[in-house]
């Protein structure tokens, strides 16, 4: 018993003075995000995890389409500037940390209508006619009478089409006629002629009364989603 309570007291002793290390993990250094998507004018922050020593920061490819802004060892904010691809290096010691950014063109998914002072919409089909169109935007043109159902204004560039007769013309239809011929309708009729449909107008019936008649000057503004 005796030398029992002598060894335990030992133990005691020998754990006060060397206590049991424990083990931690280590976290790594590492980027939020080794991908990143953005839009043209905007920014995001692009985090670095974990990181207490100094990082140079550097656009390693793509300088025109993005800038490094507000840099620290936490991180560092990226602005897009226009379309393109890039990538961002974090460079710690002999270590560096890689991020790819793809910089988009933001989309146009609605038109706005500016006609004698009032504002009008238009919801955009998705198709290659429409997506030529808004790179021309925004414009103010001056739209020409014809048949007493629509307005039309020839574009000073042509734009792929997809052209089919449509089974009948709607009040605030947006069409293409040829590859040219921005078309807009205020009356629906039946037609035997061919287009590419662009888009709707989402108030059609005061749509059509603000054009009125004769030619018109009308302002069209793409929405950014």
Same mark, same amino acid.
């Given at each position: 018993?005796?030398?029992?309570?002598?060894?335990?007291?030992?133990?005691?002793?020998?754990?006060?003075?060397? /206590?049991?290390?424990?083990?931690?993990?280590?976290?790594?250094?590492?980027?939020?995000?080794? =991908?990143?998507?953005?839009?043209?004018?905007?920014?995001?922050?692009? =985090?670095?995890?974990?990181? =207490?020593?100094?990082?140079?920061?550097?656009?390693?490819?793509?300088?025109?389409?993005?800038?490094?802004?507000?840099?620290?060892?936490?991180?560092?904010?990226?602005?897009?500037?226009?379309?393109?691809?890039?990538?961002?290096?974090?460079?710690?010691?002999?270590?560096?940390?890689?991020?790819?950014?793809?910089?988009?063109?933001?989309?146009?998914?609605?038109?706005?209508?500016?006609?004698?002072?009032?504002?009008?919409?238009?919801?955009?089909?998705?198709?290659?006619?429409?997506?030529?169109?808004?790179?021309?935007? /925004?414009?103010?043109?001056?739209?020409?009478?014809?048949?007493?159902?629509?307005?039309?204004?020839?574009? /000073?560039?042509?734009?792929?089409?997809?052209?089919?007769? /449509?089974?009948?013309?709607?009040?605030?239809?947006?069409?293409?006629?040829?590859?040219?011929?921005?078309?807009?309708?205020?009356?629906?009729?039946?037609?035997?002629?061919?287009?590419?449909?662009?888009?709707?107008?989402?108030?059609?019936?005061?749509?059509?009364?603000?054009?009125?008649?004769?030619?018109?000057?009308?302002?069209?503004?793409?929405?950014?989603?």
């Amino acid at each position: 018993m005796k030398k029992s309570r002598l060894f335990f007291l030992f133990l005691v002793i020998v754990l006060l003075v060397y /206590p049991v290390k424990q083990s931690y993990a280590v976290e790594k250094v590492a980027l939020s995000n080794t =991908k990143l998507t953005m839009i043209e004018g905007t920014s995001k922050q692009l =985090k670095l995890k974990n990181n =207490k020593k100094k990082v140079v920061w550097s656009v390693l490819s793509g300088k025109n389409y993005i800038a490094l802004q507000d840099k620290s060892r936490t991180g560092v904010r990226i602005a897009a500037k226009k379309k393109g691809t890039a990538k961002v290096q974090a460079t710690i010691g002999k270590k560096k940390y890689v991020c790819t950014i793809a910089v988009k063109s933001p989309e146009v998914k609605k038109l706005k209508l500016t006609v004698n002072g009032q504002e009008f919409f238009a919801n955009l089909y998705e198709n290659a006619t429409t997506k030529e169109l808004v790179k021309a935007l /925004p414009m103010t043109i001056t739209m020409k009478e014809l048949n007493g159902n629509e307005k039309y204004y020839y574009l /000073p560039s042509k734009l792929p089409v997809n052209a089919t007769v /449509p089974s009948n013309i709607n009040t605030g239809d947006i069409m293409l006629y040829g590859n040219d011929c921005l078309v807009f309708f205020y009356k629906s009729f039946n037609t035997s002629y061919r287009y590419t449909s662009i888009g709707k107008v989402t108030n059609p019936d005061a749509f059509a009364k603000a054009l009125g008649a004769g030619n018109v000057k009308m302002t069209i503004e793409g929405i950014m989603e």
